[in-house]
């Protein structure tokens, strides 16, 4: 007998919709003043951030559409639902976010032959505070919707945002050194610096959706977890190929159990669904299959 479950509901939706658009928004804001600061400045940190926010809309628009499909529910062709879309477009996300790294490093490198004072230092710092203002904002939400909805889309996002914060942080130093102590090459070698950060957030954000599509299992601790949840019901003499993975944000746990096969259908039935109750208070979102087997 299987048996499955899943609790995705619609306060999660919401919240995925939400900041999906939410991101969008920021996104189209964050280029704006940084247009305006680089025009302004000609900083090559500024320039990298600002490339970065470019990257940050088509992220967030392959995101807007992406957490839409993936929230359509299962249907003849999709049985086990559309989460996968999530880890696609994660994919996507860690291409563009590799590539943008190198074209900064280009530009950065490119610096170093023809180094460039930085102008209107004081209007650039101004106009990264203000940046870096809406992008915590941003990531503070985003923090609060993957703690609700485990999405990777969400997690992966908030991720690059963060690193955002650092390099606006970053820039903000870079321009304040820049002026007061006339180190040309200092904006630049935060430009590299900047890179190097997005190129390794990329890649980590590539294996993590890389895994999830190639159904890796869940994390040891996790895995553990699921164990003693199931062993602990009286009724379960053994635990046998248990198997887990993730599509997009959601679990799916199958695994078989032993059982007293004296035991009626009904009562065998019942014990199932305890042993779901008990891990879905546990894994709220989760796919639960589960199959008894009778004791020899």
Request: hydrophobic share 45%.
């Amino acid at each position: 007998m299987n048996q499955s479950h899943n609790y995705n509901g619609n306060e999660n939706e919401k919240l995925l919709r939400l900041v999906t658009t939410f991101s969008v928004l920021t996104a189209i804001l964050l280029i704006s003043i940084k247009t305006i600061g680089w025009n302004l400045t000609g900083s090559v940190s500024i320039l990298s951030s600002l490339m970065d926010s470019f990257l940050d809309l088509l992220i967030s628009g392959i995101n807007f559409i992406a957490i839409r499909y993936a929230l359509k529910p299962a249907d003849e062709d999709h049985k086990f639902g559309h989460g996968k879309a999530e880890d696609i477009a994660a994919i996507f996300q860690a291409a563009f976010i590799a590539g943008l790294s190198i074209l900064i490093a280009i530009e950065a490198i490119s610096r170093f032959a023809k180094p460039q004072m930085v102008a209107h230092t004081d209007v650039g710092i101004i106009i990264m505070t203000i940046s870096l203002f809406f992008t915590i904002t941003l990531v503070s939400f985003q923090i609060y919707v993957f703690k609700k909805t485990k999405s990777n889309l969400v997690e992966a996002d908030s991720v690059h945002y963060i690193s955002d914060v650092m390099t606006n942080i970053a820039i903000i130093a870079s321009l304040f050194i820049t002026s007061h102590f006339q180190f040309i090459y200092f904006d630049t070698i935060v430009g590299l610096l900047i890179a190097a950060y997005i190129f390794r957030e990329g890649l980590k954000i590539g294996k993590s959706a890389f895994d999830k599509l190639m159904d890796k299992e869940l994390d040891e601790e996790t895995i553990e977890k699921i164990r003693e949840i199931i062993t602990a019901h009286p009724e379960v003499i053994k635990l046998s190929n248990l198997k887990t993975r993730y599509a997009g944000a959601t679990p799916f746990i199958q695994f078989e159990f032993t059982m007293d096969g004296r035991k009626t259908l009904k009562k065998s039935h019942g014990i199932a669904h305890e042993i779901e109750d008990s891990l879905l208070a546990e894994f709220p979102d989760a796919e639960i299959f589960i199959h008894q087997e009778p004791e020899e």
